[in-house]
């Protein structure tokens, strides 16, 4: 994998969202993208040698849960929360440049189903809809009863084993440097959950960091 560009780490500090809130470093995205625009060779620098060394830092494997009660459950089922993982900017930039050259490399083999239409540029839930309708279609006109089954695998992310991630990496013939810091990055990763009674911190061993 050839090393990221100045141009191409910018294009990505750039569209980042200035209202999100920090990680646990308490760095947030506007003082993220001012460095860039005072030093671009610091980060350039910093997430090159990253990948050199096949290290994804262990201060950036770190995420604050926060929880959200959903609306008209009640607070004491755990399942009655949805929550989100507050990360650190530079680890979220780094993450998306990989991503970037992790679908580069299988969409140049084909390894991904021509059926996906989650997490791939140029894809949408709506092109997902016209071509389920084009299928309905194509199916009238040789029965008058076409037959849809939906299937909600519930929970897909927050579940998925880090090692089957691993393995796929594994089969699918990624070079060399890409599957090195994608097992570090999946490597002893953790959870932060501040309550009043101090921050309990658990590893995550499954699921989408």
Do not use: W
Not at 83 to 104: A, C, D, M
Not at 143 to 150: A, E, K
Not at 176 to 204: H, M, V, Y
């Amino acid at each position: 994998m050839p090393p990221f560009t100045n141009e191409r780490i910018t294009i990505v500090i750039k569209n980042l969202h200035k209202g999100k809130a920090p990680g646990p470093d308490g760095i947030d995205n506007i003082f993220i993208q001012q460095i860039n625009k005072r030093f671009p060779i610091l980060f350039m620098e910093l997430l090159n040698k990253c990948v050199h060394l096949g290290t994804f830092p262990h201060p950036l494997k770190l995420g604050n849960i926060v929880l959200f009660r959903k609306e008209g459950k009640p607070e004491d089922e755990a399942s009655c929360y949805r929550h989100i993982s507050l990360l650190p900017t530079i680890g979220k930039v780094l993450e998306k440049l990989l991503i970037q050259r992790l679908n580069y490399h299988l969409e140049r083999l084909n390894k991904i189903s021509d059926k996906q239409y989650g997490f791939r540029e140029g894809r949408s839930t709506e092109l997902a809809i016209h071509h389920l309708i084009q299928k309905i279609n194509e199916g009238k006109k040789k029965n008058p009863h076409v037959l849809v089954l939906p299937i909600d695998i519930k929970g897909a992310f927050d579940n998925i084993q880090h090692s089957s991630i691993v393995n796929y990496l594994d089969s699918s013939h990624c070079p060399q440097n890409i599957s090195t810091i994608f097992r570090n990055l999946l490597l002893n990763r953790k959870i932060i959950l501040n309550s009043s009674e101090g921050p309990a911190i658990r590893d995550q061993r499954m699921g989408c960091p």
